[in-house]
């Protein structure tokens, strides 16, 4: 991710594409070119134009959904690498260059209960965040000093 040409993060529904979004928050601050798209449409035509040097990235609690599935196997076609935020054993991880496995049981979870699946796939993130910056270095710290800069004058 550190060294990709782009990174483009992709979800469907609510969580998985809210956590997409994070995804690009977190990644964007490091000065990764980073995109998002949480729609079936235009997650498609993202994934045929990357290109090897890439990175598509998926979230998806369920690693079910056909559009993601669809993507993923365009963005593979075209040499992107494909990192899913998923369970390894679902059609998006077994199908992925590289699974970051996360898979809770549903069960036992109260449908107003905050999903832990979410906050799973959430850790994941953000220490894949930390990782990338951790292998940016300086050029990470630089990157926040300067985004951190840019909005001091605000507050």
């Excluded at 290109?51 to 993923?72: H, M, N």
């Excluded at 930390?130 to 300086?138: D, K, N, W």
């Amino acid at each position: 991710i550190a060294k990709a040409g782009r990174v483009v993060a992709y979800g469907i529904g609510g969580s998985s594409a809210m956590l997409a979004l994070e995804t690009h928050n977190r990644l964007f601050r490091l000065n990764i070119p980073t995109m998002v798209f949480t729609d079936g449409y235009t997650q498609r035509m993202s994934a045929a134009i990357l290109s090897e040097g890439d990175v598509a990235l998926f979230i998806s609690s369920t690693g079910r959904p056909r559009e993601l599935q669809e993507s993923l196997e365009l963005a593979k076609y075209y040499k992107a690498t494909c990192i899913t935020i998923t369970d390894k054993d679902s059609p998006l991880g077994r199908d992925a260059d590289i699974c970051l496995h996360v898979g809770l049981a549903a069960s036992g979870v109260e449908e107003i209960q905050p999903n832990p699946m979410r906050f799973a796939q959430l850790f994941v993130i953000d220490r894949l965040a930390h990782a990338v910056a951790a292998v940016l270095g300086e050029q990470a710290h630089l990157a926040l000093r300067r985004m951190r800069g840019s909005v001091a004058a605000l507050r």
